[in-house]
């Protein structure tokens, strides 16, 4: 059974960081690109960051700058370090598994919160 389990969410300051952690299992965890997307209530889901297989990664605009993602192999997770919270990152982050191959399902986790306020 495939599960993507995120993290680390919370409520945090403005100016504030989190470490969101998103652990797999179930897959060759070598065979997938990660991602970090995220939704705000009433907007559509936002692609954050990735990272490949072989550690590239990739920000969308909202993240250049501040958050980090970076993956641990020996512990199938990947992590979206942020700093300088903005009220406007809060949003409902979830997880994403991208296969490498072809005809292999991609798989999502289930969202871990993340509130900006003070």
């Known amino acids: 059974q495939v599960q993507l389990v995120e993290s680390g969410g919370g409520l945090v300051q403005p100016g504030g960081s989190l470490r969101l952690s998103c652990v797999a299992s179930?897959?060759?965890?070598?065979?997938?690109?990660m991602a970090w997307y995220r939704q705000a209530p009433g907007n559509q889901r936002e692609w954050v960051a990735d990272?490949?297989?072989?550690?590239?990664?990739s920000y969308g605009d909202s993240a250049k700058g501040r958050f980090t993602i970076s993956r641990d192999y020996a512990k199938n997770t990947v992590y979206l370090q942020m700093t300088s919270l903005k009220p406007e990152d809060t949003a409902t982050y979830y997880c994403?598994?991208?296969?490498?191959?072809?005809?292999?399902?991609?798989?999502w986790g289930q969202g871990t919160q993340v509130t900006v306020s003070s």
């Open positions: 994403h598994a991208d296969p490498t191959g072809w005809g292999i399902p991609d798989y």
């Open positions: 179930g897959i060759i965890f070598s065979s997938y690109d």
């Open positions: 990272i490949t297989v072989g550690g590239g990664t």
